[in-house]
C-alpha cells in the first residue's frame, strides 16, 4: 500500500490494490501489518501498479471491478460498468416488478443488448426472482467477458441467461419475437464529434462508445425495433445522454409507444428512457 500510495499518490487506489492482490479487506491487512508478504501477491500488486502508473484505467489494471452486487471481470473487450448503469438495472427491475404484477401465466423474458461484461443481464439474472434473460452483443470478444462472468454467477441464476451474438435485435432467436417482456440496453451513444478524456478513449473499446455522427444513432435502432419484440404489456429501458433525453423520449412515441418518460441518475442528469407499450 505504500509503494501504491507513493507511485500513484492516491490513498485509495493503493487501498484497492492491495485488497485485489492479497485477496484482503484493508481490514484484515490492517490486523496483519507487521506479516511477511508473500513475494507473489507483491509481484501482482507491482504489475498493477506499474500499468496503473502507464495510465490503464484502474479497473482494467485490476481485472475485475463491482457492479451492484456483482464482482464482473473486466479487460479491454468491454466497457467500464458505471454507476449511471447501476440506476439503469434498478429502473429495469421496477419496470420489469410492475410488469409482474400483471402477469402471472409464465416466467418474464428480459432481453439485453450489447451486454458487453454483462452488468446488466446479469444483474437482472440475479436480482430478479424469477426471470429468463437474454445477453447480446455484436462483438465475440464482448460476449466471452459476459460468458466467464456467467460462470461467475452461480448456479442458481446462471441457467436462465442465454448469450448470443450479432447486431442488436438480429442476435435474437425468432421465437421471441412478440414475447419479450422488458428490453433493457446501454447502446453507444457518444457522438463522432463529441471528446472524451483520454482515459476513456485510448482505453476502452470504442464500438462500445461511439454511434455515429449524431450518438443517436444505435438508440434509433433499438428504440424503432423494441415494438416489435415486446409483449402488448412490455417495456424498454435504454440508457442515453441527457441532452439526448427529449429525442429519445420523442423517438419512444413515434415508434408506438403508449407512454414515454426519462429518469434520473444518481448525479440528477436525465439517464434513462423508460418507454411503456
Ligand atoms: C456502452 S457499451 C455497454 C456495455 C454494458 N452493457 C454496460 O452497460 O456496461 C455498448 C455495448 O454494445 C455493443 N454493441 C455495439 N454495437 C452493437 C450492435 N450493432 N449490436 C449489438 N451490440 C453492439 C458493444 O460491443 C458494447 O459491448
Same mark, same amino acid.
Given at each position: 500500500m505504500a509503494e501504491g500510495r507513493e507511485r500513484l499518490g492516491s490513498a485509495t487506489e493503493a487501498r484497492r490494490i492491495a485488497e485485489r492482490a492479497s485477496g484482503w479487506t484493508v481490514g484484515d491487512l490492517t490486523g496483519h501489518a507487521s506479516d511477511q508478504v508473500p513475494e507473489r501477491v507483491l509481484d501482482f500488486a507491482r504489475r498493477i501498479i506499474e500499468r496503473r502508473a502507464a495510465g490503464e484505467p484502474l479497473q482494467y489494471a485490476l481485472g475485475t471491478w463491482g457492479f451492484r452486487t456483482l464482482d464482473l471481470l473486466v479487460d479491454?473487450?468491454? #466497457?467500464? =460498468?458505471?454507476p449511471e448503469t447501476e440506476v439503469v438495472v434498478e429502473v429495469a427491475l421496477d419496470e420489469l416488478q410492475a410488469i409482474v404484477k400483471e402477469r402471472t401465466d409464465r416466467v418474464p423474458v428480459a432481453v439485453d443488448l450489447g451486454t458487453g461484461s454483462g452488468a446488466i443481464a446479469l444483474s437482472l439474472a440475479v436480482e430478479a426472482k424469477r426471470i429468463e434473460v437474454w445477453a447480446t452483443d455484436a462483438s465475440a470478444d464482448a460476449l466471452a467477458v459476459a460468458r466467464a462472468n456467467l460462470a461467475g454467477i452461480g448456479g442458481r441464476a446462471a441457467p436462465r441467461v442465454s448469450l448470443a451474438q450479432g447486431h442488436w435485435f438480429d442476435a #435474437?432467436? =425468432?421465437?421471441l419475437r412478440g414475447s419479450i417482456d422488458l428490453i433493457v440496453s446501454n447502446p453507444p451513444?457518444?457522438?463522432?464529434?463529441e471528446s472524451l478524456p483520454g482515459e476513456v478513449s485510448d482505453w476502452e473499446p470504442a464500438s462500445a462508445l461511439r454511434a455515429g455522427p449524431t450518438g443517436l444513432e444505435d438508440i434509433e435502432v433499438i428504440v424503432s425495433g423494441a415494438p416489435g419484440w415486446l409483449a402488448s404489456a412490455g417495456a424498454l429501458v435504454v440508457e442515453l445522454a441527457p441532452h439526448q433525453a427529449e429525442a429519445a423520449r420523442a423517438m419512444a412515441l413515434g415508434a408506438g409507444f403508449g407512454e414515454a418518460r426519462v429518469e434520473r441518475d444518481l448525479a440528477g442528469r436525465e439517464r434513462v428512457l423508460v418507454a411503456r407499450t
Amino acid at each position: 500500500m505504500a509503494e501504491g500510495r507513493e507511485r500513484l499518490g492516491s490513498a485509495t487506489e493503493a487501498r484497492r490494490i492491495a485488497e485485489r492482490a492479497s485477496g484482503w479487506t484493508v481490514g484484515d491487512l490492517t490486523g496483519h501489518a507487521s506479516d511477511q508478504v508473500p513475494e507473489r501477491v507483491l509481484d501482482f500488486a507491482r504489475r498493477i501498479i506499474e500499468r496503473r502508473a502507464a495510465g490503464e484505467p484502474l479497473q482494467y489494471a485490476l481485472g475485475t471491478w463491482g457492479f451492484r452486487t456483482l464482482d464482473l471481470l473486466v479487460d479491454r473487450r468491454v #466497457l467500464i =460498468p458505471r454507476p449511471e448503469t447501476e440506476v439503469v438495472v434498478e429502473v429495469a427491475l421496477d419496470e420489469l416488478q410492475a410488469i409482474v404484477k400483471e402477469r402471472t401465466d409464465r416466467v418474464p423474458v428480459a432481453v439485453d443488448l450489447g451486454t458487453g461484461s454483462g452488468a446488466i443481464a446479469l444483474s437482472l439474472a440475479v436480482e430478479a426472482k424469477r426471470i429468463e434473460v437474454w445477453a447480446t452483443d455484436a462483438s465475440a470478444d464482448a460476449l466471452a467477458v459476459a460468458r466467464a462472468n456467467l460462470a461467475g454467477i452461480g448456479g442458481r441464476a446462471a441457467p436462465r441467461v442465454s448469450l448470443a451474438q450479432g447486431h442488436w435485435f438480429d442476435a #435474437l432467436p =425468432p421465437h421471441l419475437r412478440g414475447s419479450i417482456d422488458l428490453i433493457v440496453s446501454n447502446p453507444p451513444y457518444i457522438g463522432d464529434d463529441e471528446s472524451l478524456p483520454g482515459e476513456v478513449s485510448d482505453w476502452e473499446p470504442a464500438s462500445a462508445l461511439r454511434a455515429g455522427p449524431t450518438g443517436l444513432e444505435d438508440i434509433e435502432v433499438i428504440v424503432s425495433g423494441a415494438p416489435g419484440w415486446l409483449a402488448s404489456a412490455g417495456a424498454l429501458v435504454v440508457e442515453l445522454a441527457p441532452h439526448q433525453a427529449e429525442a429519445a423520449r420523442a423517438m419512444a412515441l413515434g415508434a408506438g409507444f403508449g407512454e414515454a418518460r426519462v429518469e434520473r441518475d444518481l448525479a440528477g442528469r436525465e439517464r434513462v428512457l423508460v418507454a411503456r407499450t
